[in-house]
């Protein structure tokens, strides 16, 4: 049984980069049955950029309305019993949709992923980004998804999954994918893995996803919801997460959003820090991570990087070894 696929992809001021991606998909070994375009308020609209020949349906918004919005409204217009969300700066290997129907006709399982090669400045910075090889099993799916920030044009996914799960959240400006990926996981969907990188994601500094502060408050906000949505058995893995992601804002400057995932993490868990070296790991637990954060930092500040580095190569332990 042949199985429909329709393509769904959001546009911000792409331009060329939207004709590219189209362009891979009109070198399919196998035609998709649909195209679908999302133009989010852009300054210039994808019309121009469609290439000759190519039938799309585009559908516009007048005010910035964010790829959340967008991925639910293609979803609303959507055919096919399968649906593939992308960015339109991404494009696709020429076996892509070849190699997802044969998947689907063999397998009719809910989603299917696939790996992702990055590129920047034209260049290959990295292969199988994903890492979905870790998801040996049914049940490493929901922590695989906590744990990891798993891409939109990874998966394929049978609409009427999507859809039972509300398809993405809104309320999220950024960190929407994240958010998208955990639910769907925990919606207990059959899946299957492709481990060969079938798509290809660009890595631009223009992109929404290089606002550090949007996206990583975005995933804490994520993690809130979350909360309440999936079994407690999930919420250290939670914990962790909120953890990280603290971490993460703290290190960016972002100190008084790094102390709200810091009290997520507490209340979920408390977390671990197995993320963190030993000491660190003593400090967080004994005095909390906004001061193992500092103590780190302060450690960094005072310790030249050549001396860290040569204590590491001594193997020592560094300031940075056991603080973090």
């Not at 060329?16 to 989010?40: A, K, N, V």
């Not at 649906?83 to 290997?93: E, L, N």
Request: proline share 5%.
């Amino acid at each position: 049984m042949i199985r429909s696929l329709s393509i769904l992809i959001t546009y911000h001021n792409e331009k060329e980069l939207l004709t590219e991606c189209l362009r891979s998909l009109m070198g399919q070994l196998d035609p998709c049955d649909e195209i679908l375009i999302y133009d989010d308020a852009s300054e210039f609209p994808p019309q121009k950029y469609i290439p000759r020949g190519m039938f799309a349906r585009v559908f516009r918004e007048e005010k910035n309305r964010g790829p959340a919005f967008g991925r639910n409204l293609l979803l609303s217009k959507a055919r096919g019993e399968y649906i593939h969300f992308h960015d339109s700066d991404d494009w696709f290997a020429d076996s892509w949709a070849r190699r997802i129907r044969r998947l689907l006709i063999a397998s009719p399982c809910d989603a299917i992923f696939t790996e992702v090669n990055s590129y920047r400045n034209g260049k290959q910075e990295g292969t199988d980004v994903v890492g979905i090889k870790a998801i040996d099993s049914a049940e490493k799916l929901l922590p695989f998804c906590i744990n990891h920030f798993m891409l939109v044009p990874t998966g394929t996914y049978r609409r009427e999954v999507v859809e039972k799960i509300g398809g993405y959240r809104e309320a999220l400006w950024q960190s929407e994918d994240f958010d998208f990926h955990v639910r769907l996981a925990n919606s207990g969907i059959k899946f299957e893995l492709i481990l060969e990188p079938l798509v290809s994601i660009r890595l631009r500094a223009e992109s929404r996803s290089q606002n550090r502060e949007e996206a990583l408050s975005d995933a804490v906000n994520s993690l809130r919801f979350l909360a309440d949505e999936i079994p407690s058995q999930y919420h250290l893995t939670l914990a962790q997460k909120a953890s990280k992601l603290g971490s993460d804002l703290f290190q960016n400057g972002f100190r008084r959003k790094a102390r709200e995932a810091f009290r997520l993490a507490k209340r979920l868990g408390p977390a671990t820090f197995e993320h963190k070296p030993p000491f660190y790991q003593k400090i967080a637990t004994r005095w909390g991570q906004e001061i193992a954060e500092w103590v780190a930092l302060l450690y960094r500040v005072i310790i030249p990087e050549s001396l860290r580095k040569g204590a590491q190569k001594q193997h020592l332990p560094s300031a940075e070894t056991r603080v973090g």
